[in-house]
T-cell receptor, first 113, second 113 residues
Framework: DVKVTQSSRYLVKRTGEKVFLECVQDMDHENMFWYRQDPGLGLRLIYFSYDVKMKEKGDIPEGYSVSREKKERFSLILESASTNQTSMYLC????????????FGAGTRLSVL | AQSVTQLDSHVSVSEGTPVLLRCNYSSSYSPSLFWYVQHPNKGLQLLLKYTSAATLVKGINGFEAEFKKSETSFHLTKPSAHMSDAAEYFCVVTPGGYNKLIFGAGTRLAVHP
């Protein structure tokens, strides 16, 4: 079974803090993704990566950055957390190919106070 | 531009009755279409996918969906709802090229005894 593991299920941070969300996959997938999920909006893509050290902006990259130093790990960074970044964050991975299934982690619920 | 519209934000059914979750899509390309399910406090799980083979797609847990190009629809159905089907369901399109998913806003399914 494919496993996508997000390091934290719940996080509480203060405005202005630097926040790291970590994601690890165990299937040697080339592609990795970060989404945020908000009620009534579905999932929106923040960033994705199709190879080590490669990254592409998604639909809502403002206020976020990412790092992919190893194939299995994809980190989402909030440089200076703000209250409007309170959300559920989901990581996913997939093998190379346009029609391939994405496998999701359980999510990290981040609250910024 | 590609987009997905889930026509109902909430659907409520009685256990043992049919389920219909409606989805319309817009895509300039020959799309791949998916349905994902998210149970409370869990990650997203793939229910089924359409990738230009048979227009009637069978998925897990008794769900199926029919791709209708003339109506640009991909509705999800199940003949008989079970209490364990209560969850949020997302219709998803990937327009081809990149492995990038576009999510609908989600439909929350409630199942009553």
């Amino acid at each position: 079974d494919v496993k996508v593991t997000q390091s934290s299920r719940y996080l509480v941070k203060r405005t202005g803090e630097k926040v790291f969300l970590e994601c690890v996959q165990d299937m040697d997938h080339e592609n990795m993704f970060w989404y945020r999920q908000d009620p009534g909006l579905g999932l929106r893509l923040i960033y994705f990566s199709y190879d080590v050290k490669m990254k592409e902006k998604g639909d809502i990259p403002e206020g976020y950055s990412v790092s992919r130093e190893k194939k299995e790990r994809f980190s989402l960074i909030l440089e200076s957390a703000s209250t409007n970044q309170t959300s559920m964050y989901l990581c996913a991975s997939s093998s190379l190919g346009a029609k391939n299934i994405q496998y999701f982690g359980a999510g990290t619920r981040l609250s910024v106070l | 531009a590609q987009s997905v519209t889930q026509l109902d934000s909430h659907v409520s059914v009685s256990e043992g009755t049919p389920v219909l979750l409606r989805c319309n899509y817009s895509s300039s390309y020959s799309p791949s279409l998916f349905w994902y399910v998210q149970h409370p406090n869990k990650g997203l799980q793939l229910l089924l996918k359409y990738t230009s083979a048979a227009t009637l797609v069978k998925g897990i847990n008794g769900f199926e969906a029919e791709f209708k190009k003339s109506e640009t629809s991909f509705h999800l159905t199940k003949p008989s709802a079970h209490m364990s089907d209560a969850a949020e369901y997302f219709c998803v399109v990937t327009p081809g090229g990149y492995n990038k998913l576009i999510f609908g806003a989600g439909t929350r399914l409630a199942v009553h005894p």
